[in-house]
């Protein structure tokens, strides 16, 4: 099948001879995928921050139709539509119980491996993609919700509806800290959890832009004054969390969504002390958080962005390398690509 493979920092490349996942344990399934995403944490093997192994497929954001499934797999059959979740979980474990899938006691994370751990588990950004523990993972994509839509709902927004709802906001402005993928989503999350009054900082214009687009305030890093009970910081770099506690007011809550690959955070322990923060962070748990909301998405009572925040769509896995580096040069055009293998 055709595949993207990863080949160490700063090298993609497509391959068409990569071998057709198969059903290695009986609760497996295989997808035929129809649309995977590019999302900004493909990005930190890619630029050499975090260490992968190489030669694997990258992508974890899918969706697609059920090839086939393991005779122990009971909740999708051959031929449905389902979205994957970019990690793996049983569904039955005292942490996915308790809402805490993204630290299954099982997980395992797509389109990555470990560099000196065992065979990698290969992600979406390919013709097909071999899920583990499918009864627990994959979730059935309602009637009416678009590829491009389900791609984000197997990442970006629920990960952005965590980052908001862990805030505690209750009254008052929320801020959101970098405009990608995932805090657009969360301006669309904060407003339909009943947020009135959200400034959306980034520097890119395009971006604010984008986030003028869904009833947000903007302000570049520069310009971002004001004080805030809650805040969602979804850039990364460590300015980004200084700035979410120049902006904090006292006693509030930092809710540091993106992915840490930094040996320290950007927030003294004074300032955190003085201003009596509660700082949160973590991997959303996207497959509890789709319980909850999904049913919302389908009734078409919380809208997810998808127009504003897909500028990429429908792209073979051909442009897969270009895409890659585009994305990596901060190019602000590129919110979110997809590919359509």
Not at 22 to 30: F, G, K, L, N
Not at 32 to 59: I, K, N, Q, W, Y
Not at 245 to 253: E, P
Not at 307 to 319: E, G, K
Request: with cysteine; glycine share 10%.
């Amino acid at each position: 099948m055709r595949a993207l493979v990863f080949d160490g920092p700063g090298a993609i490349r497509v391959r068409d001879d990569f071998e057709d996942p198969a059903i290695v344990d009986q609760t497996d399934a295989i997808i035929d995928v129809t649309l995977a995403g590019l999302c900004g944490s493909d990005l930190h093997p890619f630029e050499g921050r975090e260490a992968s192994a190489r030669g694997v497929v990258p992508g974890h954001e899918a969706v697609g139709i059920v090839r086939m499934v393991g005779s122990q797999v009971s909740s999708i059959s051959p031929g449905d539509r389902v979205l994957v979740p970019f990690t793996v979980s049983c569904g039955w474990c005292e942490r996915c119980t308790e809402g805490m899938s993204s630290r299954c006691t099982s997980s395992r994370l797509f389109g990555w491996g470990d560099p000196a751990g065992d065979a990698p588990l290969h992600g979406g950004q390919a013709g097909a993609l071999r899920v583990p523990l499918a009864d627990g993972t994959a979730v059935r994509v309602p009637d009416g919700i678009d590829d491009d839509t389900a791609v984000l709902l197997s990442d970006n927004f629920p990960t952005a509806w965590h980052a908001v709802s862990r805030t505690d906001w209750t009254k008052g402005p929320l801020a959101v800290i970098g405009l990608g993928a995932v805090g657009l989503c969360a301006v669309a999350a904060a407003h339909a959890r009943g947020v009135g009054d959200i400034l959306a900082i980034d520097p890119v214009e395009s971006r604010r832009a984008a986030a003028t687009a869904l009833g947000a305030s903007t302000a570049s890093p520069s310009e971002a004054t004001g004080r805030f009970g809650a805040i969602v910081e979804a850039a990364g770099p460590l300015t980004a969390q200084r700035l979410a506690v120049d902006l904090a007011d006292v006693g509030a809550t930092i809710s540091i969504i993106a992915v840490q690959t930094s040996e320290h955070f950007g927030i003294h322990p004074v300032n955190a002390y003085d201003k009596n923060l509660t700082i949160r962070t973590g991997r959303a748990p996207v497959r509890s958080v789709l319980a909850q909301i999904l049913p919302g998405v389908a009734d078409g009572t919380i809208r997810v962005p998808t127009s504003t925040v897909v500028t990429h769509p429908d792209r073979p896995l051909s442009d897969g390398p270009e895409l890659y580096r585009s994305f990596a040069a901060r190019d602000g055009a590129l919110i979110k690509a997809m590919f359509r293998p």
